[in-house]
């Protein structure tokens, strides 16, 4: 269950990455745009790299569409997960959906018989940050299904995930192997719950992000809930022709 969390996480964090040229101004990117996120556990070591690369560019009547290939390896660069997304950004807002972030099959997992089903909101980001704003809640489940009843039996009722108290709460310079940015600082919570086999588990973190325009997200930060490092995120390279 943690290694898919982890994945999780790193497509939420890709995902904030990905918006439109022109449609949202903190994410600023163009055909062949390239960033790469390194994951790493709370001691500073290496556990997955994420990069994502912009295929396509496209015009809507509200914002505009883009293709991209996502990719994520082990700490071995090892490739766990490789998939291509489509997101949207429409009258300067945007929102992600999810589901294309989720593989069809839980291939990741070892589980090539079991189907990963996403239900539930848009993550959505304004194209107007400013400090002391609030942004949307989040509220979603990912299920896992499959035909076999055993192993339906066993996977339970899925993943429900909330995250609320989404704040922009400052500005300031952060420096990171890609460079050093200007960026807002934004904190929210989660809220993770699993029910497998009859059994409740709860996750309940607190996150630090800092985005900057043209760039996207530059690092994040999870805190579990007695307020200790559990893991960090953080730009590693960056390339926008």
Known sequence: ?????????????????????SCNPFFNYTEGTMVELTHYNAKGKEETTQKMTIKSVSNTASGQVMIA?????DKKDEEVYANEVELACENGVFKMDMSSFIPPTAQATGMEDVKIVFEGDYMSFPSNLSVGSSLDDVNFVMKMESENPALAAVMGKGTTTSITNRKVVSKESLTTPAGTFDCYKITYDSRIETQIMGLKKVFETSTVEWISEGVGIVKTESYDKKGKLDYYTELTAFHNQ
């Open 69 to 73: 290939d996502i990719t994520i390896s």
């Open 1 to 21: 269950m943690r290694q898919l969390l982890i994945l999780f996480i790193g497509f939420l964090a890709i995902s904030f990455n990905l918006n439109a040229q």
